[in-house]
């Protein structure tokens, strides 16, 4: 009898042993089917879906019906400074949880460095009108995509008054998701208008005045001044922080042949078989906590494993925000942001071509003022981007 009970208690162990194997097994099949949809993100509108409800939840407990708009205004200055405090203040913190990303200055650089030297003049600047600034990033341009590495540019909004966003995955009113939708279509257009190679005359006040500076034709094409503005980036700018590298379709890097690198944007924006596509990074990855587009030129195929992994499709994005307006009699409404005093400057968007009317890079929301030009050094860690630097920059 007791050995009978020794051989039940000795299979019901072993039972019991197997169950919790097949349980664990059950797991890991399961996070890993989780991690394969996940890997599949970028363009996967239920995830972003899903993605964009779980941080509208967030903010909503934390918020409440407070706009993004008014939060920014109200709290993310200016000027440099630790912002850890307001960060966490604000529970800011469980909504960006990126590792890299730092409320404290590391030199002149923090989460809040991006919307600083927003008000700056970018180092490689295609367009501008008065809401937002397409520019080419420094750093690694192309990093997180396999080919034409070249065309990867970023539409940086840099108004000190009306809709500002923290990021895109967060919920939006009327207003930041019709910003959204002025964002997407000036990027898409400055794709179009550098296929169409316009003239630097045509490409907006702000790079036009570059050129000058630059004692460059504005007469000339928008890719000729592309190319020249990375011809720009000496050897010491090249090598240090951000840097500057430029890989070609065989990943050696360029930057520093004018010759290369003029026919890289050449045959990128020559190319008809390709079509822009535009990303945001969330939350999860972001180390600035302004909303900034990244635009690629694609080939047919599928998109590169780090943009899948890493990266939102931003008109998604802007689908799911109208679909949710649309599902809502009740719309959020943003509060006024803060009063921002006006400093001189002049507001104009992009210039009409007599001889290739260029298209409507997107109508801005209301004419806002421009602080004045003071370039200083930048990096955007979170794409190892920037916007300015000028202590190595040479003229030539």
């Known amino acids: 009898m007791i050995y009978s009970q020794n051989i039940i208690q000795t299979n019901h162990k072993g039972y019991t042993e197997i169950k919790d194997i097949l349980t664990s097994l059950s797991s890991i099949n399961s996070f890993n089917t989780e991690q394969r949809t996940l890997q599949k993100m970028a363009n996967n509108y239920s995830v972003i879906q899903k ?187 090249r090598a240090g922080r951000p840097g500057y590298i430029l890989r070609d379709e065989n990943g050696i890097d360029v930057a520093g042949d004018p010759h290369k690198v003029r026919g890289l944007i050449q045959s990128a924006f020559s190319t008809s078989n390709t079509t822009p596509n535009f990303y945001i990074q969330g939350p999860d990855f972001n180390t600035q906590i302004l909303t900034h587009l990244h635009g690629f030129l694609h080939e047919q195929g599928p998109i590169s494993k780090a943009l899948d992994e890493r990266y939102f499709n931003v008109e998604m994005i802007l689908r799911n925000k109208r679909e949710l307006m649309g599902e809502s009699t009740l719309q959020r409404t943003s509060t006024p942001p803060p009063a921002v005093k006006e400093v001189d400057g002049r507001c104009f968007g992009l210039c009409p071509s007599e001889a290739d009317p260029p298209e409507d890079l997107g109508a801005p929301l209301m004419r806002t003022q421009t602080p004045p030009i003071n370039r200083m050094d930048a990096s955007d860690q979170e794409q190892s981007d920037s916007l300015t630097r000028k202590s190595t920059v040479t003229s030539r």
């Open 51 to 237: 993605k964009m409800a779980d941080y509208a939840s967030r903010w909503t407990k934390i918020h409440g019906d407070k706009d993004q708009t008014s939060l920014y205004r109200g709290i993310v200055p200016l000027s440099p400074g630790d912002f850890t405090e307001v960060f966490q203040a604000n529970r800011l913190n469980e909504i960006f949880t990126g590792e890299s990303l730092s409320t404290e200055m590391l030199g002149p650089w923090n989460c809040n460095h991006l919307y600083r030297d927003s008000q700056n003049v970018p180092t490689i600047l295609l367009f501008w009108n008065e809401e937002c600034s397409i520019i080419a990033p420094l750093g690694e341009p192309g990093r997180d995509t396999d080919n034409l590495k070249i065309t990867h540019l970023m539409c940086v909004p840099h108004t000190t008054e009306g809709p500002i966003q923290f990021n895109q995955m967060l919920p939006s009113t009327k207003e930041e998701t019709e910003h959204l939708d002025r964002q997407i279509n000036f990027l898409k257009e400055a794709y179009s208008n550098l296929k169409k190679n316009f003239p630097v005359s045509h490409c907006g006040k702000k790079v036009v005045e570059k050129a000058q500076e630059l004692g460059f034709s504005t007469d000339s094409s928008i890719q000729d001044f592309f190319a020249h503005q990375i011809s720009l980036l000496d050897d010491d700018f």
